[in-house]
């Protein structure tokens, strides 16, 4: 039987499992931020080999998901949150107890895949089980603190475990969430619709192919520079294996990625405005992890600790979303929150080598206010308008928007980083130099996105004003 949203027995249930599901692989993600200077003094890696840790999960979990996120429309979303966090807890454990900098690569590889499968089923899940209007605009608000406050908190928990403990705990103790995880999947998810009719395996190949070219040449590109020729063949390869993807799937009868999702400008335009505030929202954790270990000579702990501003109030103006969507509108809100953040990330860059915490913590609660409140209006528009079928298409759509927006904000900022680079300048003062320079220019991307945001997610916002001021959403215009 299909179950219809809002038709669930216990959504409430459904929703912590989900997130539960989801803050796991965002704190892995995010740890390894704070925790990879420890990680490479235990494991003897040399600089090349710690970056592979962070690529090998980022090419792995932006490669597979347009393939990963079509599995719960074809095979059922419980199975395929099953297998997820399975591979994702297997692979923790096998990272938890690594000996070898080349064990630990692989796993994070394999968690990479993992968390591709987990990532789109979790917003998948919520998007057919709360109905459209105040009941998924209060389930995305809580998607919104997770997705903030969890990469938020992987920052502060990677340096407390590195500090006082050690890496390895970070990872270990997935294993008895993902055994308890197993369990309340099993008891309360709902396996869905299942969409009828072949798998689009062509699709799903040049997907992954294409996908994980463009990622590696992404990566390849902050590590080695944009004139490579190892970066120009990844990307001249992606744009081919790409445009023949899209090619085929305007002629597939059953699309792992249905371009109807396009036809949309303001999901569209969600979409791009999400790679911008993500791109300047990874950036930003970077950059400011390394200006505080760098430039200000913070421990890892201190450093870790040094994101507890933004983490409180990421969460604390997450959870006002519903209420402040009913007064203003998930569009007007996106723009205040964007705003705020760019006008964080301006003052941030104006910190210098002696700068005190407090020149770093002020600007922070700007950016974490703008971070705790962009998640859910974007994602929000999004999934908006999209037939149950697509939903998990959908799903994995956002999640692409979210990945790439943060290889390639990262990426062009590391260049803007490389750019500013003074001959003549040495040191702690030279780093924090270029730091300001990389977070001006993610200031810039929010500026872009509010002008996205400004000229199609607020028009339609105002064509159908009746509807949005109770649930921000948009009007459907396919």
């Not at 590889?109 to 968390?115: D, E, I, N, P």
Request: glycine residues 12%; proline residues 4%.
């Amino acid at each position: 039987m299909t179950v219809q949203p809002g038709q669930v027995a216990n959504p409430n249930t459904v929703l912590a499992t989900v997130l539960t599901v989801y803050l796991m692989i965002l704190l892995d993600l995010s740890i390894v931020y704070t925790g990879m200077p420890e990680i490479g003094r235990t494991m003897a890696m040399s600089p090349i080999m710690q970056t592979c840790v962070q690529n090998a999960y980022l090419l792995f979990f932006g490669g597979f998901l347009l393939l990963s996120a079509r599995l719960g429309d074809t095979f059922g979303r419980k199975r395929t949150l099953q297998l997820g966090v399975i591979l994702f807890t297997l692979a923790s454990l096998v990272i938890g107890i690594s000996q070898s900098s080349y064990e630990l690569i692989a796993a994070r590889a394999v968690q990479g895949l993992a968390a591709s499968i987990l990532a789109p089923s979790v917003l998948a899940v919520i998007s057919t089980t709360f109905a459209e209007g105040s009941e998924r605009t209060r389930a995305l608000s809580w998607y919104s603190v997770v997705a903030g406050a969890g990469a938020s908190l992987g920052m502060v928990l990677g340096g407390v475990f590195a500090g006082l403990l050690s890496w390895r705990i970070g990872f270990l103790v997935n294993l008895p969430i993902g055994i308890g995880l197993l369990f309340a999947i099993n008891r309360i998810i709902p396996n869905g619709e299942r969409m009828q009719g072949r798998f689009d395996i062509i699709g799903a190949v040049a997907s992954t192919l294409g996908m994980g070219l463009l990622v590696y040449g992404l990566v390849n590109s902050a590590a080695q520079g944009w004139q490579t020729p190892v970066t120009l063949l990844s990307l001249g390869a992606a744009a081919v294996v790409l445009a023949f993807f899209l090619w085929f799937e305007r002629r597939a009868p059953f699309p792992v990625l249905p371009l109807r999702l396009f036809a949309s400008r303001e999901r569209s335009a969600a979409y791009a405005g999400r790679m911008l505030y993500i791109g300047s929202m990874v950036s930003f954790f970077f950059f400011t992890t390394q200006f505080m270990q760098q430039v200000l000579g913070y421990t890892a702990l201190q450093a870790g600790l040094g994101f507890l501003p933004m983490t409180v109030l990421t969460f604390g103006s997450a959870v006002t979303i519903p209420r402040l969507t009913r007064v203003v509108g998930g569009p007007v809100l996106l723009i205040g929150a964007l705003a705020s953040m760019a006008v964080g990330l301006v003052w941030l860059a104006q910190a210098g080598a002696t700068a005190t915490y407090w020149q770093l913590a002020l600007p922070m609660i700007l950016i974490g206010i703008g971070n705790g409140t962009a998640m859910a209006p974007l994602t929000a528009a999004g999934v908006h308008g999209v037939e149950l079928r697509d939903q998990g298409a959908a799903s994995g759509m956002v999640n692409v928007a979210h990945q790439l927006g943060g290889s390639i904000g990262l990426s062009v900022l590391i260049v803007v980083f490389a750019s500013a680079a003074k001959p003549a300048a040495l040191g702690a003062a030279a780093i924090g130099h270029q730091i300001s320079a990389a977070m001006l220019g993610a200031a810039v991307m929010n500026i872009v996105a509010i002008a996205l945001a400004a000229a199609f997610i607020l028009p339609a916002s105002r064509s159908n004003g009746a509807a949005l001021p109770a649930s921000g959403l948009l009007p459907q215009t396919d």
